[in-house]
Structures are given as structure tokens and as C-alpha cells.
């Protein structure tokens, strides 16, 4: 099992930033090769992609950003913390949702842009952008 919980969210203007968190812990002793990933979902709505990152054989890593949000947000991973960022700038009313962390075992989850392919999720945390 594997446990994840969200930081950093809140209320922020139209155009500032905020920084998310999500720090894993249990079963996390191969974390670096887990697939990670950050989907939000906004009242009345489907949870959505955000952004997501994966390991690759060659210790290389991938990251996939939907396109409502490329160029303004970006997700990193610090993995000696085990714990996935997502740094969001530049940021929108139409931004506002709950923020989920995720992560799964399978890198290969992190080609994936639907909620099933993931195992694990945090409890989530607001963003409410006010214009």
C-alpha cells in the first residue's frame, strides 16, 4: 500500500502561482520507478489530466502535461523525499478544482491520461482561482 498526501493548495488571484506537494509514503521502496501523476476535478465535472511523469529503462524520466495547462504548469519528482510537485504559474479561474495526487507501481501508468490507470490517490486539495 501506498499512502499520498496533497499540500499547498488555497485561494490565489488570477495570475499568481501556487506550488502542490504530495509526499509517498508505505510502500515506496522502488517510488523512483513508480509512475506519479496530478488530476484535478472541478464541480459537476469528470476528474481531468493534469500532468504526469514516468520512468524509463536507461533511468530516464518522461513527463506528460495536458494541453489546457502546457507552458504554465510543470510536474517534477524529488525521489530521495518521495514525494511529486506541481509547480502551477500564470494561473486561471477555469483552474479551480480539487487537485489529486496519484501514483502506480507500473511505469507504464504514466502513458495513460485516465484515472484508472492508477492504483493509488491522495485525498486531494483546493485550488480556487478568483479572477
Known amino acids: 500500500q501506498v499512502q499520498l498526501v496533497e499540500s499547498g493548495g488555497g485561494l490565489v488571484q488570477a495570475g499568481g502561482s501556487l506550488r502542490l506537494s504530495c509526499a509517498a509514503s508505505g510502500r515506496t521502496f522502488s517510488f523512483s520507478r513508480y509512475a506519479v501523476g496530478w488530476f484535478r476535478q472541478a464541480p459537476g465535472k469528470e476528474r481531468e489530466f493534469v500532468a504526469a511523469?514516468?520512468?524509463?529503462?536507461?533511468?530516464?524520466?518522461?513527463?506528460d502535461v495536458a494541453d489546457s495547462v502546457k507552458g504554465r504548469f510543470t510536474i517534477s519528482r524529488d525521489n530521495a523525499k518521495n514525494t511529486v510537485y506541481l509547480q502551477m504559474n500564470s494561473l486561471k479561474p477555469e483552474d479551480t478544482a480539487v487537485y489529486y495526487c496519484t501514483t502506480d507501481p507500473r511505469p507504464t501508468a504514466g502513458t495513460a491520461r485516465y484515472p484508472s490507470a492508477y492504483e493509488y490517490w491522495g485525498q486531494g486539495t483546493q485550488v480556487t482561482v478568483s479572477s
Open positions: 511523469v514516468r520512468w524509463s529503462a536507461g533511468n530516464a524520466y518522461y513527463a
